[in-house]
């Protein structure tokens, strides 16, 4: 495979001050690598969807969604002209409308689903991985008792190796989806797991994702969501490894009273570069979405996040929030932060915070005072990000993720959570 | 120098922003003594406590000290720790997205002779946990945050027989509690004191927290001086007396300055 630049990569929907340099990113892909197909799966035979079961899910509620969001009458309008003022007219269809807005109104009068309907990384980043993953892992969760399921990618040293999953969630099923990302073998190369999710009506869907390469990888996680009436998909993502880690996520809260939640935690230290972009776009009424981002960076590592709520017009009573928590163990970390609320809805609620911090001269003096050094400060930050890890790791094998790369980074990991468990 | 003492602070002076807060302090605490330095608000007594852990918010600007036996005055914080020195803060830090037991157990790991399996490191701190009616789900929230006033207490009460120093110097750690707190510190106090033959320097300007414990000595400090020294009868005194007795006697000292 030659060399390949994905540009574009996580952009943000409304792009901000270009000086910034955090509006998108690019994913270089170094030559020589070979594609290869190295992932298991844990997934009961009952599960196993048709190649176009989240296309077919999303034509449904198409169908569904348009009995309910019926398309306005030419008289409707032309009552709506009649009504814009004189001042809309020339500021929004002015030169003040940005291309941004041009798209979001040309993908809502467009009233598809299935053209709304995008992954984190963008399209670029999504057709790559698509076409280097082959044909897509496909999961058909029915309703009734609670599934589980596991796909695993392995880095394979010189080789691409991505996984494409689908999920589709029936009425009312609830399926857990975990995803580890681990480098067991030593070497360079890509991995990557492209996800959409189709959470059909009052569905829940979990999904785990662990990420545990090397410093030697690149690791691109995309993901796409989509929520019918009172569903809910939360996503952990934890990102612990890899030289370089894009994570995108983009989430269409279109069914009434349904809600996404993200909780990622991740760890850079050296030379680390995390990206991270969150797009979530509440379209239903009384919709929810929380996005929670705790990370710990170190030496000269840097991370770029961007996360975007957005109220779009009809989403009546949504309540969107975003919280990032960063702890800056270095003086040498890059950390560039943008939330955005975007919103076109009276009566929502849209929240963002967030806490930046290095360690104050006072925290380090505690520390030091039961005998840290900085740099036993700095390993200490670490390993409380990677135990935490591995006690919340979903299951055996991502908590063996978290243990082989915790045992390269920390002194006397080994054998902490057997003994925990013991 | 007193020939044995464990802690020998001589002539010490220091600053914070130019101002001097500590003047020519002499000071010496014996192994296995319980000393007590009082004096009212602003004497200067957690600055000493502080100075002698190494804090680089101040300036040593003549002086030593010596701890058991090595000139510690140059001695990064860190290290006079690991050679046995603590400091329990009067308000211990919040460190977000540390859980304390991850934090405890970095502690240890800096002391070679103190590493634990991480067995026995969980059963160690439980005990603890345990012994100072502390409530076990602590030791996996994060250090401090939304931790009360009693609870950050006893996390240093805890610390103090995790890391059993020769010498602990407690900074008000009576101040701001409740009965009960104040008896689970007394408790850890006593258990350090017998476990390790433990070395006190109490900080206070409050005798309350002192009436369970054998005085030894007792100091006193009026603005950066030491201005009285004598026994343990010293502290009913100053209970009776208050610290008016000795305000002025600081200007005799600054006189021979």
């Known amino acids: ?422 | 120098m007193t020939r044995d003492a464990l802690l020998s602070v001589r002539d010490l002076s220091a600053s914070v922003d130019e101002k001097t807060i500590l003047h020519h302090v002499d000071l010496d605490v014996a192994p296995g003594e319980v000393h007590v330095l009082m004096g009212p608000n602003g004497a200067g007594k957690s600055t000493l406590g502080h100075v002698a852990m190494g804090d680089p918010t101040y300036t040593v600007t003549g002086g030593s000290i010596v701890f058991d036996g090595n000139d510690i005055t140059e001695l990064s914080t860190d290290k006079r720790s690991r050679a046995g020195l603590f400091l329990s803060f009067q308000a211990p830090v919040e460190i977000p997205g540390v859980p304390l037991s991850s934090f405890l157990r970095s502690t240890l790991d800096e002391r070679p002779d103190m590493k634990m399996k991480n067995k026995q490191f969980r059963k160690t701190i439980k005990e603890l946990a345990c012994e100072l009616n502390m409530d076990q789900a602590y030791l996996d929230r994060e250090l401090g945050v939304g931790f009360s006033g009693g609870e950050k207490k006893k996390v240093e009460m805890l610390q103090l027989l995790l890391l059993k120093p020769k010498l602990a110097i407690l900074d008000e750690t009576d101040s701001g509690l409740d009965v009960d707190a104040l008896s689970v510190v007394s408790q850890g106090m006593d258990a350090y004191r017998e476990r390790c033959d433990g070395t006190l320097l109490i900080i206070t300007h409050n005798t309350r927290i002192l009436e369970h414990l054998d005085v030894d000595r007792v100091h006193v400090m009026v603005r950066g001086h030491i201005v009285a020294e004598g026994d343990a009868s010293m502290i009913s005194d100053i209970d009776e007396n208050g610290f008016e007795q000795f305000i002025g006697a600081d200007d005799a000292s600054e006189a021979h300055e």
């Open chain 1, 1 to 422: 495979m030659d060399a390949k630049t994905i540009q574009h990569v996580n952009a943000m929907p409304a792009p901000t001050w270009h000086r910034l340099h955090m509006n998108d990113t690019d994913v270089e892909i170094p030559a020589g690598l070979s594609v290869v197909h190295e992932v298991t799966t844990e997934i009961p035979a009952a599960l196993a969807g048709a190649p176009d079961a989240f296309d077919a899910a999303l034509a449904a509620e198409q169908v569904e969604w348009e009995k309910t969001h019926p398309e306005k009458t030419p008289e409707q309008r032309a009552e709506e002209e009649r009504l814009r003022t004189e001042e809309e007219k020339t500021t929004y269809g002015g030169t003040a409308y940005s291309r941004y807005q041009i798209g979001a109104d040309a993908i809502e009068e467009a009233r598809s689903l299935a053209r709304a309907f995008e992954t984190g990384m963008g399209a670029d980043a999504y057709a790559w991985m698509r076409e280097v993953a082959g044909d897509p892992i496909v999961i058909a969760a029915p309703a009734g008792e609670p599934q589980e399921v596991a796909v695993r990618v392995a880095a394979v040293p010189d080789a691409v190796n991505v996984a494409a999953i689908d999920v589709v969630a029936a009425p009312n099923a609830e399926v857990t989806v975990v995803l580890s990302v681990d480098s067991p073998r030593e070497g360079t190369g890509v991995t990557g797991t492209s996800l959409r999710v189709f959470a059909g009506t009052g569905a829940r869907v979990h999904v785990v994702r662990t990420q545990t390469d090397d410093a030697t990888f690149i690791d691109m996680d995309d993901a796409g969501l989509f929520t019918a009436e009172n569903a809910f998909i939360d996503v952990r993502q934890t990102v612990l490894g890899g030289a370089k880690a894009y994570t995108g996520l983009a989430g269409d809260i279109r069914g009434t009273a349904s809600r996404i939640d993200i909780d990622t935690r991740y760890l850079g230290h050296h030379e680390q570069q995390r990206d991270f972009n969150y797009t979530l776009r509440h379209h239903g009424e009384k919709t929810l979405c929380n996005i929670t981002a705790n990370g710990v960076l170190s030496g000269t590592s840097k991370k770029t996040y961007r996360g975007t709520i957005d109220l779009v017009r009809g989403c009546k009573g949504a309540v969107g929030q975003e919280t990032e928590t960063v702890l800056l163990a270095d003086d040498g970390v890059v950390n560039q932060t943008v939330p955005v609320i975007l919103c076109n809805e009276d009566d929502v609620v849209g929240n963002h915070g967030a806490t930046i911090g290095h360690v104050r001269p006072e925290q380090m003096f505690y520390l030091a005072s039961r005998g840290l050094s900085q740099e036993a400060a700095e390993n200490m930050f670490v390993r409380a990000i990677m135990e935490q890890a591995a006690i919340d790791a979903p299951d055996e094998p991502s908590r063996d993720g978290v243990m082989r790369l915790g045992s390269h980074l920390l002194d006397n990991f080994e054998g902490f959570l057997d003994e925990e468990e013991a």
